[in-house]
């Protein structure tokens, strides 16, 4: 008789769990008494991959003789008088967002959030952040560290026009509670535009350029990276799927299949699970999903014709960052 998965060892049941989805691991708690323990395991939960549940957008403020906008980004956890906040970037089920006419003397004007754990922290003021429209970046993999990283792009501009070159780079950890900065090593001429897109894959930031590249730099500022795009192309959007660095450009989904090398392959997939793709379109700006297996279109919301920026939202339950708010 062939032994049943009780007999497993636990370090091997373990590490099944930890491959499971989320909300499936909250599940197999119920199974007994034994499952219990390991499913409530810190390490189980941490490596536990968790599933795309929505996404936060922001609109333009309402104007005289506009129709009311759809939707306020506004963060609850926040205190009163803070939760009108601007959405800069997310990252692994965590939000960096920057508190909307705080004066100076008031405190930090940045924060990093968890709307599913409602916790947050300020982050300390450096040059680059008093400027009010930077290049700012998220990075967090709670697979790998609990620690969070903040990357503020540095422009020979004041106010990071099309036209202004990256000359630095400063790097904020949660580790160390502080900032360090490094003179840039992606060459001359490299363009980062405030909506750039951006994905934090292998501890690395990636970034895209309107200079037919993606950059990336590690969490420590050592590493820098230029890898030149397919056809000289510029990408619209990169993204994580499946372990794989993807990205889009006027309908075509290439793959970083040769991380090493920078070798692209076309394919057509953006989701964290599945052969998903999201798109807006219409003037309503309606958000809908391609499924790329089926052909089938799903409409999913009406954004609204005030909306600005989307940010697809993971919630993270794991172990992040000191104590904060």
């Known amino acids: 008789k062939k032994p049943g998965a009780a007999s497993l060892p636990d370090d091997l049941i373990a590490e099944i769990l930890s491959r499971v989805p989320y909300k499936s691991l909250c599940c197999f708690k119920c199974v007994s008494r034994p499952w219990l323990a390991l499913c409530s395991d810190p390490g189980v939960r941490r490596r536990c991959p968790q599933t795309l549940s929505l996404h936060f957008h922001q609109t333009l403020r309402q104007r005289v003789g506009q129709r009311p906008a759809h939707c306020r980004p506004q963060l609850s956890f926040l205190p009163p008088g803070h939760r009108d906040a601007t959405i800069y970037d997310s990252c692994n089920g965590l939000l960096l967002c920057r508190f909307k006419d705080v004066p100076t003397q008031v405190g930090s004007r940045y924060f990093v959030g968890n709307p599913a754990t409602e916790k947050w922290i300020d982050l300390p003021d450096t040059e680059p952040m008093k400027r009010r429209y930077p290049v700012i970046r998220l990075g967090f993999d709670p697979a790998v560290s609990s620690h969070v990283r903040v990357f503020p792009l540095v422009h020979d501009g004041d106010i990071c026009h099309r036209q202004d070159r990256v000359t630095g780079l400063e790097i904020y950890s949660s580790g160390t509670g502080g900032w360090t900065y ?80 920078d070798i692209y392959m076309a394919v057509h997939a953006i989701h964290p699970e599945h052969s998903l793709i999201f798109l807006t379109a219409g003037n309503m700006r309606s958000l809908m999903s391609y499924d790329i297996d089926t052909g089938k279109v799903h409409a999913i919301h009406t954004l609204g014709e005030n909306f600005m920026h989307k940010y697809l939202y993971t919630p993270c339950f794991s172990k992040w960052l000191p104590e904060g708010h």
């Open 182 to 261: 490094t003179p840039s090593e992606w060459g001359d001429g490299i363009r980062v535009f405030g909506n750039s897109r951006s994905a934090f894959f292998n501890s690395t930031l990636h970034l895209t350029t309107l200079d037919n590249s993606v950059i990336a730099v590690d969490t420590d500022g050592k590493t820098w990276r230029k890898i030149l795009t397919p056809g000289a192309c510029n990408f619209d959007t990169i993204g994580l799927s499946q372990g794989r660095l993807y990205a889009v450009n006027y309908g075509e989904v290439w793959v970083l299949e040769d991380y090493l090398d």
